[in-house]
């Protein structure tokens, strides 16, 4: 009845615990009252949405900037743990994350794809784009995410 | 009867545009939710502070990294109003947005402070420190803001 | 025989503009130097080469960080340039650049691509990735460049 | 007769290591063929001095944007080896930086300043300024560097 070497996970186990993650995370309390949907969530390869409210905006119809940066950041480290080997550990936080507002938002759901763009040993370097429901780039940015 | 030229603003309503200008920032509907208040306008030197809620954690204690972007992008752009030459223009965005995280928050109300680095024409570099009560440095980041 | 108005230029005359420009600046002294090479230049799509020589190195293998990012800030702008409204100026610059590092490069020539994410009036927002021989990504970046 | 354990270097030990970085680095092919000087290395606060020459311009006066780059980068990572700790190892390089390009240079030779911002455990958090030789500002950028 020995339990398994933690260093040690299955296939299974690890497919498991990525599997997890997303609904972990829309709990929390911030991404909770932001209301941020996970649409997609394959390895590497990650979509979310955020329903449009007056309280994320600047002036009832733009985006704060700063929400359009939370978004980013979550789903750029929704791709790092997509595709996580959690025999290399679970702490995890955003290092560093540049982004380029590129156009003001007009109303509408933010839509948000991030793609990993490699996988080091304890860092993982993402892409994330975000969009108005017209495919229209709003936001671009790259992320640098620590999990170990 | 006449009213003076719009592209010649005499420096009285220069300070009085530029003293509004927080004012009516964090009356914004993103801004008033996070709770944002400002303690320094100086000329080119700003200090903001974020009261702790839970709402803006991840967890109970830490902030989420995405609250702490937008109040070191808010502060920022406070640093390029606060000794902006309103006969440039009132449209204003931010451009591009860099950021490190160099410690994980532990609760308590967060302290952010910008300078800007140079003014150009049309926009305004900015360089921006997010820390706890203690002093201890959280975030850092650069900013480049318009306004035109 | 009036001259045309600057400010009107035929589409020939982009045309003529535009791919005037990879020749003008690969022989800008620090380009020169560099070797760098221009082997795609589509509208708002780039790919340059770099040959690999020791001087470009931190070891007789690895290229300099500094070098990589002189490269994927000279094919952000080519991208930018690549589909210019030449009434819109010609003064140039970088206005700012993220870049991360992803991995070491170990001997052999560097490929660069550049695309345009957006135009704005002044401001062209680029992505770029810089990769070794093998198709390995070595380096990725986004740049503001701005034309005026 | 035994040899000191390598993970327990003496504080004259740490400081000679230490002290030997700049000059290691300023030979490695590219550096040296900068020119690159290091006129201040104390801890967690470096400065540089790039002398100018043609080579490093665009047009004879104004550097290319990726040798301030380069230098930027350099000092910054300069900063980071200036109060490491050689007990967690020699193997370094940037994994992120962010550049503002704030004033074009107009001929003379370009001052980096580089300080730490933080200490994690693999990763050094670093600011970096460029400045002509009237303190003009240049350029202005983080870092984020690896020493593991």
Redesign the interface.
């Known amino acids: 009845m020995s339990t398994a070497d933690p260093a040690r996970l299955t296939g299974e186990q690890q497919l498991r615990r990525r599997a997890a993650i997303p609904g972990l995370l829309v709990q929390?309390?911030?991404?909770a009252?932001l209301g941020l949907q996970v649409q997609r969530y394959e390895p590497d390869d990650v979509a979310t949405r955020l329903p449009f409210r007056?309280?994320?905006?600047?002036?009832?119809s733009t985006y704060?900037?700063?929400?359009i940066?939370?978004?980013i950041?979550?789903t750029g480290a929704l791709a790092a743990w997509s595709n996580h080997d959690f025999e290399r550990g679970t702490r995890s936080?955003?290092?560093?994350?540049?982004?380029?507002?590129?156009?003001?938002s007009t109303g509408g759901d933010l839509l948000c794809r991030a793609r990993t763009?490699?996988r080091?040993r304890?860092?993982v370097?993402t892409?994330i784009t975000a969009s108005d429901e017209s495919g229209r780039?709003l936001a671009?940015?790259?992320q640098?995410y620590r999990i170990a």
């Open positions: 929390t309390p911030y991404l009252w007056v309280e994320l905006s600047n002036d009832g704060h900037g700063g929400v940066g939370a978004v950041d979550t936080s955003t290092v560093s994350m540049a982004l380029q507002y590129v156009a003001a763009v490699r080091a304890e860092l370097f892409e780039v671009h940015g790259i640098t």
